[in-house]
C-alpha cells in the first residue's frame, strides 16, 4: 500500500495544486511594457509603471529607483525621498518592507529604456559607442539584479536566430549583436511559453517548456522536473514551488526568466501567485 508521500509523487502536474505562496503587496511588477495584468486579482500586485531608465534622476518611474529602493528597505536603509507619495499603478502607497518577490514584465522594454537612455546622454556620432556603453550597463546591472534581496522573474520576448546551417533558435531580445543569444547564460531557470494551438481548454493550451525543444530555449536544472515535465503549467506560483522543493531550506531562490512572444501566457502565468486575505 502506498504511503501519502508516494502518492504525492505519483501525481500528475494538472493534478497537484500548491498554495499562493505571497499576500497581497508582497510582489512588485516592474512595469516597463505599462500594461495591465489580465487578470481580476491583480490589484493586490504592487505594480508600478515604469517609464524611463537612469542612474541620475532618482523618481518615480526609474526602473534604478524601485530597485535602490527595494534594496534599501531590505538593508534597513533610507528610501529616496520624493516629493509626491510613492504610489502604485492603482494609488496605493508602496510599502517595500513587504515586497518578497519582484517581477520585470518584459526584460525587453527594459532594455530599450537602458539603451535611449545612453543615447539621450552620448552627445558624439558613432552609434557604436552607444551599443558599447549599453553593453557595459547590462554588465553592472546584472550584479546588481543577481544581488538583489530578493528573486526576480524576469519575462522578455523573443528573437529568432539562425545558424549557419538554417537552424532557428528562440531566444530574449537583446538590442545589438554583441549580446544577442547570451542573456539565459545568465540564469539557471529559463523557460519558455509555448502555447498549444490544438487544446481546446486554456488550462492546458497554456504552458512553460522546461527544456530545449523544437527551437525554444529552456533549461531547469536536472531532476527539477520529472521527464514527463516537458511542459508545465504557465503558472509562476508552481515554478517557484518547484524550486524551492529542489533547492530545500535555500534563502534566496535563483532568478527565472521566461521567453515568449506577446499572447502565450507570459502575465497570466502571475495570476495564482497571491493568496487573498479572509476579511
Known sequence: METKEQTQTHQTQEEKTYEPLYKPGEVMVLNTDNNILPFPSAI????????????????????????????????????????????????????????????V???????????????????????????????EEMKKLWIKLNKAPFPIVFFSHLEELQDEV???????YVPGKAMS??????????????????????????????????????KTPMGMF????????????????KIKDYYPGIERIPNILVNGASGTGKSTSLH???????K
Do not use: C, W
Open 44 to 103: 493586490d500586485f504592487v505594480d508600478v509603471p515604469v517609464t524611463f531608465y537612469s542612474d541620475v534622476d532618482y523618481r518615480p518611474g526609474n526602473f534604478r529607483y524601485y530597485l535602490r529602493n527595494i534594496g534599501r528597505a531590505a538593508a534597513g536603509e533610507e528610501l529616496v525621498k520624493t516629493e509626491k507619495p510613492d504610489l502604485d499603478r492603482y494609488g496605493k502607497p508602496i510599502d517595500y518592507l513587504k515586497i518578497k518577490l519582484v517581477v
Open 105 to 135: 514584465d518584459t526584460l525587453t522594454k527594459l532594455f530599450e529604456h537602458i539603451l535611449e537612455h545612453h543615447k539621450s546622454i552620448y552627445t558624439g556620432k558613432d552609434l557604436r559607442q552607444v551599443f558599447g556603453n549599453f553593453q
Open 166 to 172: 538554417g537552424l532557428i533558435d528562440r531566444r530574449a
Open 181 to 218: 543569444g547570451k542573456i539565459e547564460a545568465e540564469f539557471s531557470v529559463v523557460l519558455a511559453a509555448t502555447p498549444s494551438r490544438y487544446e481546446k481548454s486554456s488550462s492546458k493550451r497554456y504552458r512553460f517548456q522546461t527544456a530545449l525543444m523544437e527551437g525554444y530555449t529552456a
Open 226 to 241: 520529472q521527464e514527463d515535465e516537458l511542459h508545465i503549467p504557465n503558472d509562476i506560483n508552481f515554478v517557484i514551488h
Open 272 to 278: 495564482n501567485l497571491i493568496r487573498r486575505e479572509s
